[in-house]
């Protein structure tokens, strides 16, 4: 998948999913309930006289703000749903079976995985996050292969 297309999901779905819930927290400390089980009084006690317990029209405009927020938020799921489908089409097939060289055993698999995942039951020499084992070449050690032979 692309990464430049990922960033754009993931800034404009932290900008809108901010946008939908940072006014609802307003609202509910100005006091208006959760799911309005009075019937929406608070919506009609803002437009009457006496608004020693209603809310403030700033206050209940919020709702037009996180509305349009939860629209776009919606709109901004189509980098990702893009992204996806044309990656699945056109993207870049990966030429390993460990691309990101994690040290886990979900990782040691073949691709594609065939019956019980491993062609031979895999022998574990250490725990799955040693990274930078002293004696080995890489950074990254799998747990199934086995300890470098001691410098003599």
Request: net charge neutral.
């Amino acid at each position: 998948m692309s990464e430049f297309w990922g960033k754009v999901h993931f800034w404009l779905t932290l900008l809108f999913m901010n946008l939908v819930f940072m006014p609802m927290f307003a609202q509910g400390m100005a006091g208006m309930l959760r799911r309005m089980s009075d019937g929406g009084a608070n919506y009609a006690a803002a437009t009457v006289k006496d608004t020693s317990y209603a809310l403030s029209n700033q206050i209940i405009h919020l709702n037009t703000v996180v509305s349009i927020a939860v629209w776009l938020l919606g709109v901004s799921q189509l980098p990702f749903i893009i992204n996806f489908f044309y990656s699945m089409a056109r993207g870049k097939r990966v030429t390993s079976d460990n691309p990101w060289q994690a040290t886990t055993l979900e990782w040691q698999t073949p691709t594609p995985p065939g019956h019980g995942n491993f062609k031979v039951e895999p022998i574990v020499y250490r725990g799955p996050y040693e990274y930078s084992v002293p004696g080995h070449a890489t950074d990254f050690t799998p747990q199934n292969e086995p300890p470098a032979p001691a410098a003599r």
